[in-house]
């Protein structure tokens, strides 16, 4: 019998197939002990509750990742196959595409968000970090995530997208969309979907060329039409992208950050006692709580993954934290370890699809840790943490903490 009670049951294909709904809300809740049975189950494993395949070993969702000829992204990075059912939103550009569309798209937003643009981002998102976190010495006792891990991001990447001031607080609502969607048709999909429409139209709006300011990383996408690189078209859905996938994956992964420097003090000591240590600190947070769970992929064809046969148009439900946890990879997977070597994870995912924005994350991460570290003795955990529920993305909605000034 398994830690959730499911027993393991194998049919002539001797892939074992499960009954646990890793979407469901006693899952979101504590799901390590699901993972493990992932793990332990078997290089493949067949879940019931969807009819989907799932791999939650590190080898094989890192193999999954990187035969993007086999495993597909054109036919949606959900539950839902782009093939069999109408998406609910024009399919990304960038995320829903395979090559060779998805390498002219990439090579855009690659551009958009390289080293040379971090730099130029790199001292208004230190100085942001730095203003934040006297803001919140003032306070002492706060929110992480509404003062801290919401608020610091909101208050620099809508500004850095060129976008207008008004109608922000839509953001987050529709990445939360976005992120429910991929899931499968359960209550937290549903009603998303429902309530989708003004934070949509809001999108669709600011993606606009007219509605986004000179030199940002709005403005820079639109600027590629003029040197033939994408259609008139094109851009406005891949400014989109950004609206995506840049505000709530980041709000996630430094709510992760704080979290685990709040419960690990002696990993927050050494990190005052070496600033350096910052970039890896908030690396190993992603790592350790994967604030993106899992991608979806679709079979083009006959497949066999570790001894599994896999019919063509099957769906692969990758479970990027468990791989992220696995101890056939990792050496004390559930230590958050700020000086582990942490390359390799997959929590920014891995292979042609690996998270274009990865670099405006860890600029993020990093110059935030690195203030809070100047400045802050102490991080003390003072009331009950309250878990976000969504179908994709793990994170917290509430965390009382009271901060100690050095
Ligand atoms: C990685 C990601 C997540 C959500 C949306 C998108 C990308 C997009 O391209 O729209």
Redesign the pocket.
């Known amino acids: 019998m398994s830690a959730s009670g499911s027993p393991a049951t194998s049919g002539p294909s001797g892939i074992p197939h499960l009954d646990v709904d890793p979407f469901a809300m006693n899952f979101f809740a504590d799901p390590y002990p699901t993972h493990e049975l992932l793990r332990e189950a078997g290089p493949v494993v067949y879940l019931d509750k969807w009819n989907v395949y799932g791999v939650a070993r590190y080898a094989e969702v890192h193999a999954v990742l990187n035969d993007p000829a086999t495993f597909c992204s054109s036919r949606g990075?959900g539950l839902s196959d782009f093939k069999k059912e109408t998406p609910w939103r024009p399919p990304?550009?960038?995320?829903?595409a395979d090559p060779p569309a998805h390498t002219r798209t990439r090579a855009v937003l690659s551009k958009v968000l390289s080293p040379t643009v971090m730099k130029q981002v790199r001292d208004r998102f230190t100085a942001a970090a730095d203003e934040r976190v006297d803001m919140l010495l003032e306070q002492r006792s706060f929110d992480a995530i509404s003062d801290l891990a919401e608020a610091y991001p909101l208050s620099i990447f809508p500004d850095a997208l060129g976008l207008k001031p008004e109608g922000r607080e839509h953001l987050i609502p529709y990445?939360s969309v976005?992120?429910n969607a991929?899931g499968p048709p359960n209550q937290l999909r549903q009603d998303a979907i429902e309530r989708s429409a003004p934070h949509q139209a809001y999108v669709t709006e600011q993606c606009q060329r007219e509605n986004l300011a000179p030199g940002g990383f709005g403005a820079c996408i639109h600027a590629r039409v003029d040197e033939g690189e994408i259609t008139a078209a094109e851009a406005p859905?891949?400014v989109?992208?950004?609206?995506?996938?840049g505000l709530d994956?980041t709000v996630n992964g430094i709510g992760a950050a704080v979290y685990c420097l709040a419960r690990f003090p002696d990993q927050w000591q050494r990190l005052r006692g070496d600033l350096t240590l910052a970039r890896n600190a908030f690396e190993e947070a992603v790592r350790f709580e994967s604030p993106?769970q899992t991608?979806f992929r679709t079979t083009t064809r006959e497949v066999e993954l570790s001894g599994a046969t896999i019919g063509e148009g099957e769906k692969v439900l990758m479970f990027l934290a468990a791989a992220n946890r696995d101890p056939r990879r990792w050496d004390k997977p559930d230590s958050y370890d700020i000086t582990r070597r942490t390359s390799g994870h997959v929590g920014f995912?891995s292979g042609i699809?690996m998270?274009?924005?990865q670099l405006v994350a860890r600029l993020e991460g990093e110059v935030m840790l690195t203030a809070l570290a100047r400045r802050v003795a102490r991080i003390e955990i003072t009331g009950e943490p309250n878990r976000r529920f969504n179908n994709?993305l793990r994170g917290l909605d509430s965390l009382p903490v009271t901060i100690t000034p050095a």
């Open positions: 990075v990304s550009l960038i995320l829903e990445a976005v992120f991929f859905l891949l989109r992208s950004l609206l995506s996938a994956t993106v991608f995912g699809h998270c274009v924005g994709t």
